[in-house]
C-alpha cells in the first residue's frame, strides 16, 4: 500500500553539514520528522558536495517518515564558483561585475541538465547565461548555437 504524503519540504542546505539548527530543525520539526535521522542521512548522501548550498526536497508521509530527493548545486552559485566572484551586482543593468565565457556556461547547463526544465543543451545554456545576465555578470564570446533556433 502507497504512502500517504502529508507535506513536501524544500531546503538549501550545505552538502555534508546539515545539523539540527534553523533551517532545518524548525522546518522538520513543525512537521514532527526525526530531525536526526534526516541529518544523518543528508550528510552522508552528500560527502562528495561537502560546504556547496544544495537544494533538498523532502517528502514527509503521515507516519512521520520520510524520502528526500538532493538537486544539483544552484547556477547562481556555479556561476559565482566559475568566476571567483563573491557576490552578484546590486544594479546587473548598470555596474558589471564579472565575465564568463559559453565554454564555462556550456559547462554549467550539462551539469543542472536534469533540474531545468530544458529539454536541449542550448536551451539549458540560454537559461544558465540569463541568470548570469541578471547578476551583472558578462558572456563573452559568440554562442555556440544561432539565436532563431526557437
Do not use: H
Amino acid at each position: 500500500m502507497a504512502k500517504v504524503v502529508e507535506a513536501l519540504i524544500k531546503l538549501q542546505v550545505k552538502g555534508g553539514q546539515a545539523n539540527p539548527a534553523p533551517p532545518v530543525g524548525p522546518a522538520l520539526g513543525a512537521k514532527g520528522v526525526n530531525i536526526m535521522e534526516f541529518c544523518k542521512r543528508f550528510n552522508a548522501k552528500t560527502q562528495d558536495m561537502q560546504g556547496k548550498i544544495t537544494p533538498v526536497v523532502i517528502t514527509v508521509y503521515k507516519d512521520k517518515s520520510f524520502d528526500f530527493i538532493t538537486k544539483t548545486v544552484p547556477a547562481v552559485a556555479q556561476i559565482k564558483e566559475a568566476i571567483n566572484l563573491k557576490k552578484g551586482s546590486p544594479e546587473s543593468n548598470r555596474n558589471k561585475v564579472g565575465k564568463i565565457s559559453w565554454d564555462q556556461i556550456k559547462a554549467i547547463a550539462e551539469d543542472k541538465m536534469n533540474d531545468l526544465n530544458a529539454f536541449k543543451l542550448d536551451s539549458a545554456m540560454k537559461m544558465v547565461a540569463g541568470t548570469a545576465r541578471s547578476m551583472g555578470v558578462t558572456v563573452t564570446g559568440t554562442p555556440p548555437f544561432t539565436e532563431e533556433e526557437e
